[in-house]
């Protein structure tokens, strides 16, 4: 998931060379594993994926919630109003929609209870490009948090709250393999970001108009997408 690797994975990786520099990480983001194949084959050791995972013999912690935000023009009407009291709202307004948000079946299957469907036409599975739309005023895009680049100015960032459940983010490994002492500290380090993450989220969602806070974030820049 582009999001994890660049916004959550760094720190996790920073923080866990320090404490096992003699350990080398492989990170292998290519090809899409969403089915977590080459987990269950045991080419790797260990997967991120969001609950729930595919059928197979995997064990999995979750490491972190990961809110649905809408992510609109700075200074639009989208953003000035705030938290919509249902997705109602957001009909007959044109939603971009990520490779995140279609791969997410409770994000699409809110949207579309309440008649809201993604844009045919705006769609790409590069968060950032979803994210340029909505600051070019060419929609309302519907993002998990983390997938977010909060140091863009150009665009507003609107939290949805539990009008969409969030994500659950996990890791997860092969159960019939005995876990390594090293992949329990990695396990133990991404649930320690995961819950820094979450509690920096907390503080910065107060902010006016969604804004991120970077002075709360300066143990976290590189999974905040701060720096």
Do not use: K
Request: charged fraction near 20%; proline fraction near 8%; hydrophobic fraction near 45%.
């Amino acid at each position: 998931c582009e999001s994890i690797a660049a916004r959550f994975l760094p720190e996790v990786l920073r923080r866990f060379r320090a404490e096992r520099p003699d350990v080398e990480i492989v990170v292998d983001e290519t090809p899409a594993d969403p089915e977590l194949t080459s987990l269950a084959r045991g080419a790797h050791d260990l997967g991120f994926g969001v609950l729930p995972l595919p059928d197979g013999p995997f064990q999995a912690t979750v490491v972190m919630t990961d809110p649905w935000v809408l992510v609109a023009e700075a200074g639009s009407a989208v953003v000035r109003r705030g938290t919509p009291r249902t997705l109602r709202e957001l009909r007959g307004l044109p939603v971009i929609a990520s490779r995140s948000t279609l791969e997410a079946p409770p994000c699409l299957n809110c949207l579309r209870a309440a008649g809201v469907n993604p844009s045919e036409a705006l769609r790409s599975v590069n968060d950032s490009v979803v994210q340029a739309f909505a600051a070019a005023g060419l929609g309302v895009a519907v993002m998990p948090r983390l997938a977010v680049n909060t140091a863009d100015d150009t665009v507003g960032v609107v939290e949805l709250g539990e009008l969409i459940p969030p994500r659950r983010i996990a890791i997860a490994w092969h159960s019939d393999r005995m876990p390594h002492p090293s992949l329990e500290v990695f396990v133990t380090l991404a649930a320690r970001v995961g819950s820094q993450l979450e509690h920096l989220r907390a503080v910065e969602s107060q902010a006016p108009s969604g804004r991120l806070l970077a002075r709360h974030a300066s143990g976290l820049r590189s999974v905040a997408g701060v720096a």
